[in-house]
Nanobody
Framework: QGSLVESGGGLVQAGGSLRLSCAAP????????ASWFRQAPGKEREFVAL????????HYTDSVKGRFTISRDNAKNTVYLQMNNLKPDDTAVYYC?????????????????????WGQGTQVTVSS
């Protein structure tokens, strides 16, 4: 199976916005739930947000609540992360990950081993 493809990263000033996209490698690539993770320099990768298959169930890490919004377009097989009011602490490589077979990510979204497929990452840099 192919990997996910992230895009939309870049350099932005504090307070600015970016929208990340995560595209499945093929049209019939089933995704039960999808998440965004991030890894800042010198730190471990951390969970950011999750969305389930129909978009009704979403979870966020506390530090992004009220600023980030995860969404998905199943017709395009793409997941998005809208990031508003960005802060320098949001600087990281952002990865998307997919749970293709309901492996419990809804209950344990931070558990990286429950995700089947990952993207290569996209860099987000927020300047102060």
């Amino acid at each position: 199976q192919g990997s996910l493809v992230e895009s939309g990263g870049g350099l932005v000033q504090a307070g600015g916005s970016l929208r990340l996209s995560c595209a499945a490698p093929e049209r019939n690539f089933t995704i039960y739930s999808a998440s965004w993770f991030r890894q800042a320099p010198g730190k471990e990768r951390e969970f950011v947000a999750l969305i389930n298959w129909n978009g009704i169930s979403v979870h966020y890490t506390d530090s992004v609540k009220g600023r980030f919004t995860i969404s998905r377009d199943n017709a395009k097989n793409t997941v998005y992360l809208q990031m508003n009011n960005l802060k320098p602490d949001d600087t990281a490589v952002y990865y998307c990950a997919a749970d293709r077979s309901n492996r419990g990510t809804i209950w344990w979204p931070q558990s990286e081993s429950r995700y089947d497929v990952w993207g290569q990452g996209t860099q987000v840099t927020v300047s102060s």
